[in-house]
């Protein structure tokens, strides 16, 4: 046996692992020294404290201590991550964890001094710097901030976003080089107006992305280590091994569902794998997963935790701003590939089950009634939900006066029964995995003893979705829950039982500490990481590769969208090997998400760009399970013991449905419920018949990837599968080769259309003209959509178009300056031969319903099943 393989053999103790987490998560070192250890976790809960106070100041003595704007927060919170990067996280593989040397002391210091300077002084900078006129201080803090910025980047992320956040400063200041490509080449930015932008104003560092983490993320996760703190990730963990033990392969089902529940509160990939997988990956090698598939399963239902709503590893936060559109609708847009892609996973686990006839670690039961039995419990959540929305606002209708009162009363006594509920149990206690006797729990056991945690979860769903509030209160009103329960579980249970209430006291306010400071500290990655991606937006903004990525794209991929997909796919791929999540999705979205909508108008095909940015994060999250970087990968061979190479593989190819899903929804958006209106009857019922559709589609993609259905399947039965997969996804790919999508129109008639359309229509035409880059010939369609303010008559000319027939020809000049016509037509050259015009007016065609092409896929689907019935030896489910 070699040194490798003992090495990964080897079993790994809890503290080895979590040392694995925190030197990923929140930083390996911990020092022996209490005062500096107490230092680093009193800075901490500081910052938890800060976040809460900014979130609503009027609870925290807003009288009298004066509210913050952003430009003065987003300084303290990076702060506060850098202050903790250089003392949590060591420079060096060799570097002490047992103290914190006197360089990085300094260097502590000193980067989260540059950060509070902006903070401090942000009324001068507003006048100077920010005015286009720094001065030599203001030039010398923000140069030592940003190079501290990158080397804290590097010490908690690895080296990729310091690499990739460097290249791009030398981009802005070089300008051209033999590497730079002369489409992007630029005459370079003086030193200081790159710090300027970068340091002093609000478009860098201090933009978008930190101002995100600032107001958004670090309540979620604030709010997911809470509930971990106070139990609830076990909860969720036994609730899924209660549940689905009892299947065929039933370890791993859990796994799946476990954390699936687990990436509702938490955006760590990592973490997700380690918690989880300590129960689940022996239990799955118990029934007969290899240790690399057991290992590969834990990954890859990990890794899709940070896709499912609502922290989505921090994205989905980033996509309200990015795409500018409600925190609802982004989590509206996530959910279904979110949930599919779930249901897919559980699915190719029983099909692993089956091919090795594994046995159940209980009585056995039925995949078909568990499904049965979800989908009731979803049915009867919702009934209840609806129930709970009519009675509270009818409260309100009768009483407003009182009703806060009575809601809050009626919060107060459902979570003191819950509790009393829960102290009537004993409390969960999980058999050792590795241990030669194991005893599933059953759902009437777990069920009660966690239900106050459902309470939290209720209250940030209420507010974000009934309430539509913002997600920073949504999220503030949930902590605040949380906190209440975190601090009174155990005394109220020591009460209902008879035990020592003081003690219990002062295990809730530990709980609630290190709540506290492990949410914080979980922020550290992510806020260096956004203030880093800052980097890499502003010189987007600032160089001419943000206008012009767009052409280079094309270029390479020679204008074909699907080529431009793979193209981008890869790029996500690679960059995230090195780059976290968050920093992977803000970098790539910053200079691709634009590009694929652009580059598919070309097409005729209207991509959303929340579609383009799903795209892109999905593709992101891939690159925690690909070899060789793959780092979830090797969090699980650490817990299985196998080879993290094979499992990474094993995972990749457990998550093609991941990697197929996004290909899917850019060509049918109905996937992600775009342009369904949940707010109408029909709508839900259009969502519904969606989500039953894309979850069979699914599943045979699952079948046919696994290459096994009802029976070990044979080539053509594969390809088969696939077939009518995709058929159900994008039925309309078959009807566009057989009756065209659109008539033409006369271009004369595009100012009459626009008047004609009612509200909500849409208005399709294709203009064509010279590119403004190179006068090359260049072609794009636009979709206007007649908004409720639009005119009655003359919307062609209020959208800032200014159209000029002659004849039987529709000619353009240059939109009006400051609309997004202006925008959208920038790349076309107003002011030379041949001119800007409008070739061609699209009227949807009268065309068959694309459904039609259901009919033979199912009928070939039926002939897979008749034919594998026959070869059938086990059952299906």
Known sequence: MTETTQKTDRSFTEDELQDLVASTDTGGRNPTNRAVAFFISGAAFAWSLFQLWIAQPQLWFGAWVPVLNSSQTRPVHLGFAILLAFLAYPALKSSPR?????????????????????????????MTARSGLPTDTQIIVGSVGILLLLEASRRALGPALTIVGSIFLLYAYMGQGWLIPDIIEHSGLSFRAIVNAQWLDTTGVFGIPLGVSTAFVFLFVLFGAMLDKAGAGNYFIQLAFAGLGALRGGPAKAAVVGSA???????????NVVTTGTFTIPLMKKVGFSSEKSGAVEVASSV???????VMGAAAFLMVEFVGISYVEVIKHAFIPAVISYIALVYIVHLEALKKDMPALGPAANLGKMFLKIAVGFVVTGIGFTALVYGINGLRAVAPSLSGWVIMAGIIAAYVLMVRTAANNPDLTLDDPNSGKFSLPTVKEVFPTGLHYLLPILVLIWFLMVEMQSPAKSAFWAVAVMLGIILTQRPLKAMFRGESIAAASREGLNDMVEGMITGARNMIGIGVATAAAGIIVATVTKTPIGTELAGLVELLSGGHLMIMLLLVGLFSLILGMGLPTTANYIVVSSLMAGVVVQLGAQEGLIVPLIAAHLFVFYFGIMADVTPPVGLASFAAAAVSGGD??????????YSMRTVALPFLFIYNPALILYGVDLGTTAGILQALMIFVIATIAMLLFAAATQGYFLAPSQKWESAALL??????????FWLDRIQPRFEELPPTQLAQAFDDAAVGDNIRFVVAGP????????????VHTVQDGDPETGRADAAGLFLLPEDDRLFMDEPMFG??????LQDFDFYTDPRVEVISLLHPADRMPKQVFWIPALLLLVLVIVLQRRRQTKPAF
Do not use: E, H
């Open 98 to 126: 047992n103290r914190i040397p006197i360089t990085d002391w300094i260097l502590a210091i000193v980067g989260a001094g540059c950060a509070f300077y902006v903070f401090l002084f942000s009324r001068d900078l507003s």
């Open 304 to 310: 899709n935790g940070q896709i499912m709503p609502p």
């Open 723 to 732: 077939l009518v997969a995709f058929t159900l996804f994008v039925p309309g």
């Open 819 to 824: 609309t997004d016509y202006q925008q959208k």
């Open 644 to 653: 993290p190479i094979k499992s990474g593989f094993t995972a990749f190819f």
């Open 261 to 271: 529940m687990t990436g509702l509160i938490s955006g760590s990939s990592i973490a």
């Open 771 to 782: 590119a403004f880059i190179d006068g090359s010939p260049s072609q794009l369609t636009i």
